[in-house]
C-alpha cells in the first residue's frame, strides 16, 4: 500500500498520473497548499485524508470524502505504507 502526500493541488496531468498509480488500498494525505481538496470529492482512487490541525486551520465544511485523521493517526500511516510520495 502506498502512501501519497499531496502539497499542492494535481493538474490534470497528475492525476492522470495518480489515477494511473493509486489503487483503493492506497492513501492520500492533503497538506500545505493541496489542503482546499477537502472541500470537493476525492477525484483519486486511493483513500483521502486531512489531519484535523490542518483541516481546522482551513476552516469550512470538509467533503465526507475526506477522513480527518489525528498526527498519531498520520504517523502510523507513514509507518505502515510503502512506497512513500510527497508531491
Known amino acids: 500500500m502506498a502512501l501519497l502526500t499531496l502539497t499542492a493541488v ?7 498520473l495518480f489515477d494511473l498509480w493509486l489503487q483503493a488500498g492506497d492513501v492520500i ?4 497548499d493541496a ?3 477537502m472541500w470537493q470529492p476525492n477525484p483519486m482512487p486511493a483513500r483521502g485524508c486531512i489531519r484535523q490541525a490542518d483541516a481546522d486551520a482551513l476552516g469550512g465544511q470538509r467533503h465526507p470524502d ?7 493517526e498520520w504517523a502510523d500511516l507513514i509507518a505502515e ?4 510520495l510527497t508531491w
Open 29 to 32: 494525505v492533503v497538506r500545505e
Open 35 to 37: 489542503r482546499p481538496l
Open 81 to 84: 505504507h510503502q512506497p512513500q
Open 10 to 16: 494535481p493538474g490534470e496531468a497528475q492525476r492522470q
Open 66 to 72: 475526506w477522513a480527518v485523521i489525528s498526527d498519531q
